[in-house]
């Protein structure tokens, strides 16, 4: 499906499955997108057993945490832009301030620059307590811009 | 080489005790106190970009952040709690599927809490790499504490 079919899908009908389907590893993790506030979607990743990584507290792996924040980040751009293409991502930076426990996640991102060619995302991630965040990223992307697609 | 049945008690566990890792399909290929290396086949469900066939960067993190804390396990030497405080990847080339990513991790500084840790990324060539990244991880556990939370048993 053309991006821009499934960003319409997204937007009007609140339904992301095809958007999702154009990052599968988006899929892989479990991710579905809250689109209750259109200016201001939430990335929600339902907890499952296969996320742990360390079973003994148990604790979500930190490395899902930070996937989870990078694809919530190209999920929004995806979104929020009219890019024809995926982005790429440039470099990405992770702050962990809580261990994420077995239960569900939540990101929310800001746009906080928007260039022709890059963008800087700002990724906020949470469990039950939104106040009480696990982590915070930021990231850069390379937009496609004029580039023939 | 002393501490051989340390590393190979990390080796055997690391699976087992972190299921993600055996999820994505992570194959530690080297453990020792001077670094982890750890092969990753790809899977078609890693693609962040179909148009393009391109791996999603966040199968590349998962990979550094799991390698880093055996890297580092390993480098302390005994069963320990740790955990990331942070991590900065640069994302240097484009991935692509078809071929295993490769990363190495070492600890080239520890102190009483804290370890810095650098890790790269490459597929064909080890010149070549797709990414790097520096980590800070904390050591968490306190003096005479039982290690079983370190999930590593």
């Given amino acids: 499906m053309k991006m821009e079919e499934a960003r319409r899908l997204a937007r009007e009908q609140k339904d992301s499955a095809a958007l999702l389907g154009l990052v599968p590893y988006a899929v892989y993790l479990g991710l579905h997108i809250d689109m209750a506030d259109p200016a201001a979607p939430v990335l929600h990743l339902p907890f499952k057993k296969s996320l742990i990584g360390n079973s003994a507290l148990p604790a979500i792996h930190g490395g899902v945490v930070a996937s989870f924040m990078e694809s919530a980040a190209l999920m929004h751009l995806l979104l929020m832009l009219d890019e024809q293409r995926v982005?790429?991502?440039i470099d990405f930076s992770i702050d962990y301030l809580r261990s994420a426990h077995a239960e569900d996640s939540y990101a929310s991102c800001a746009v906080e620059r928007l260039g022709r060619r890059v963008?800087?995302?700002q990724i906020r991630c949470w469990q039950a307590n939104p106040a009480k965040p696990v982590a915070l990223a930021r990231a850069h992307f390379l937009l496609a811009g004029d580039e023939p697609a | 080489m002393s501490n051989q049945p340390f590393y190979d008690i990390l080796r055997r566990s690391y699976a087992t005790s972190v299921p993600h890792v055996g999820e994505l399909g992570i194959e530690l290929t080297r453990i020792d106190g001077e670094a982890a290396e750890a092969r990753l086949p790809c899977k078609p469900e890693f693609l962040g970009d179909v148009e393009r066939?391109?791996?999603?960067?966040g199968v590349i993190t998962t990979l550094i952040d799991s390698i880093c804390g055996i890297a580092l396990l390993a480098h302390i030497g005994k069963p320990t709690r740790i955990a990331t405080?942070?991590?900065r990847v640069d994302y240097l080339r484009p991935s692509r599927p078809g071929k295993d990513l490769v990363c190495r991790a070492e600890c080239y500084r520890l102190t009483e809490q804290i370890a810095f840790l650098r890790a790269t990324v490459w597929q064909d060539d080890p010149a070549?790499?797709?990414a790097?990244?520096?980590?800070?991880?904390m050591r968490t556990g306190r003096?005479?504490?039982k290690s079983e939370r370190s999930g590593l048993q």
């Fill in chain 1, 87 to 89: 982005p790429k991502s």
């Fill in chain 2, 128 to 130: 070549a790499p797709v």
């Fill in chain 1, 119 to 121: 963008a800087q995302v």
């Fill in chain 2, 132 to 137: 790097s990244c520096l980590a800070a991880f």
């Fill in chain 2, 143 to 145: 003096p005479g504490e």
């Fill in chain 2, 53 to 57: 066939q391109l791996i999603h960067t």
């Fill in chain 2, 85 to 87: 405080l942070d991590l």
